[in-house]
């Protein structure tokens, strides 16, 4: 009879064991010493391997050639206890036995010396579903067994285990096994198996899994029964339901585009390949926070479970938003998972929601929002600033190559600095321009490093400068901004004519706005009209 993957390579030994080196480590040390508790309670999510460990202890407590923390497997004790079925091996499954007369029962059980081997081992599977009044009916057994019970709690809900309880009994809490490890242990029994997987396919199961190796597992004895013994990515991912990164992709596509109607069409297409808009939500959450991650964290990081190709590709798209939008982008797709999960019409949330998204990438920063306080009929009112050591001559508009002949000798990085404040200019995003304008800037390796003053903390934009580098590169950019003392010369620029600078600083709103910040200093001066 066929045998599945998760129960054929279920680990014997703590050798085997993968992941949990402290419950290992912790245990084995007991074994050496022995210092064997009573009672354990091992807590943690499904498949993290609970029950594994609590089965390969009672082997270690009942070889012949024990107490030891490496079983010989040959023995009856051993052998019975990995098939289930030892006489002083005592399974569980407290779903099912979880009142009063089952916990009575177990308490007049545990009077008896073993039939057979060292220990009576009773290993309580699910234990949080037991009653308080079963519990209770435990406590006095639990608080004083006999020498040779061993008491073993196995929950995936370690509060729900009354306090008396666990003040009895050594706790120990089981994580997450580490995406590295997991795709490592598939990898090793594929090849075991005769099964040809790529590391794109074994980066979909071990996602499927969440950190559970009995999930992962689960995930491959499918995908084999679908693909057979060579897996495809994109076919395991369509019978898991999972989304691919190319199709995750067109929603922050059509963010770069700004279009909307890319978004409406994505929708239609998920309805018509029926897959389910709540799960497409929770993948985009994914999505969004392994994008945030790779922007802050960079790419080939620990902090994100894929590949190390996805992660790449991750870094790459990553480098295209500033953190702010991303950090808004996952914010609302969680809030619109949330929606969703009640909603009568989930197509029409989604479709608001992603609209959602389009819009939050308009959003002006503060200091532009304020520059448009003014109205269109007079000049920008620039973001108030500490005052310069020294005034400076108002700028114009124009490119650096069309400035006066006066130019200052050029640092290295000067010419990066001239053409970013050039197109900045022309955007019409002049307080980054300035900010830029007295940074120290660099590029090596695609990113772009900016050591700025502190002064213009308030004026430097990321999302300003990626529109601009895309607008001159026609590719992104990963964005460093450092704030310091940079040692820069002055980008040269022609004054603009006297009677321009008069009107603009006659101008009503301006007055106004130099009335509500004294310190405030007017450091450029664009006519309109030439643009």
């Known amino acids: 009879m066929y045998q599945v993957i998760a129960r054929k390579y279920r680990p014997q030994s703590f050798a085997e064991l993968i992941g949990q080196e402290h419950v290992r480590t912790t245990l084995e040390n007991a074994i050496t010493q022995k210092r064997i508790a009573h009672g354990y309670i091992f807590s943690g999510q499904r498949g993290t391997g609970k029950t594994t460990v609590a089965r390969i202890l009672a082997r270690c407590l009942n070889c012949v050639q024990g ?15 990995a098939a289930g079925n030892a006489p002083d091996v005592i399974e569980i499954d407290a779903a099912s036995n979880r009142g009063i007369n089952e916990m009575r029962e ?3 059980n545990v009077r008896y010396r073993p039939a057979r081997d060292r220990y009576k081992v009773f290993i309580i599977d699910e234990a949080h579903q037991i009653t308080n009044e079963a519990f209770n009916a435990l406590l006095k057994t639990l608080e004083e067994p006999p020498e040779w019970a061993v008491f073993i709690l196995c929950t995936t809900e370690a509060h729900k285990i009354p306090t008396t309880i666990a003040s009895r009994c050594q706790q120990f809490s089981f994580r997450s096994v580490d995406f590295a490890e997991v795709m490592k242990r598939m990898e090793e029994i594929c090849a075991k198996e005769g099964i040809q997987a790529e590391a794109d396919v074994l980066s979909v199961l071990a996602q499927a899994g969440e950190g559970s190796v009995r999930d992962s597992l689960s995930a491959l004895d499918q995908a084999i029964a679908c693909c057979g013994d060579k897996l495809n990515a994109a076919e395991v991912r369509a019978m898991l339901g999972m989304f691919s990164l190319d199709s995750l992709g067109e929603v922050t596509q059509a963010l770069t585009a700004n279009d909307s109607r890319r978004m409406l069409d994505l929708v239609l297409e998920l309805e018509r390949n029926g897959r389910s808009l709540q799960h497409f939500c929770r993948e985009l959450a994914r999505y969004f926070r392994n994008l945030l991650v790779a922007k802050v964290a960079g790419a080939n990081t620990r902090l994100i479970a894929a590949s190390a190709a996805e992660q790449q590709r991750l870094a790459e798209v990553a480098a295209g938003f500033s953190e702010d939008d991303l950090t808004r982008y996952l914010q609302m797709t969680l809030d619109l998972f949330k929606d969703l999960q009640f909603s009568l019409q989930p197509r029409l949330h989604l479709e608001i929601g992603l609209l959602r998204l389009i819009q939050a990438g308009r959003l002006l920063p503060i200091e532009e929002a304020l520059a448009d306080l003014g109205g269109s009929s007079g000049p920008p009112i620039p973001s108030p600033k500490s005052p310069a050591p020294s005034p400076k001559p108002a700028a114009s508009s124009k490119p650096p190559a069309t400035a006066s002949p006066q130019r200052s000798t050029a640092s290295p990085q000067a010419p990066w600095r001239e053409r970013l404040y050039s197109t900045l200019v022309e955007l019409g995003m002049q307080f980054t321009a300035d900010a830029v304008e007295h940074s120290e800037v660099t590029e090596s390796g695609g990113e772009l490093s900016f050591l700025t003053p502190n002064e213009f903390r308030a004026n430097i934009s990321e999302k300003d400068i990626l529109k601009a580098v895309q607008k001159m590169e026609g590719r992104p950019l990963r964005i460093k901004i450092v704030f310091g003392e940079p040692q820069v010369t002055a980008i040269a620029k022609a004054p603009p004519p006297d009677d321009v600078s008069e009107r603009a600083l ?7 706005f130099q009335e509500m910040f004294p310190d405030a200093q007017v450091r450029v001066v664009r006519n309109l009209k030439e643009q």
């Open 106 to 108: 177990l308490r007049e």
């Open 67 to 81: 107490p030891t923390m490496t079983p010989c497997g040959v023995c009856s004790s051993c052998v019975e206890t």
């Open 506 to 512: 006659g101008h009503p709103e301006v007055k106004r």
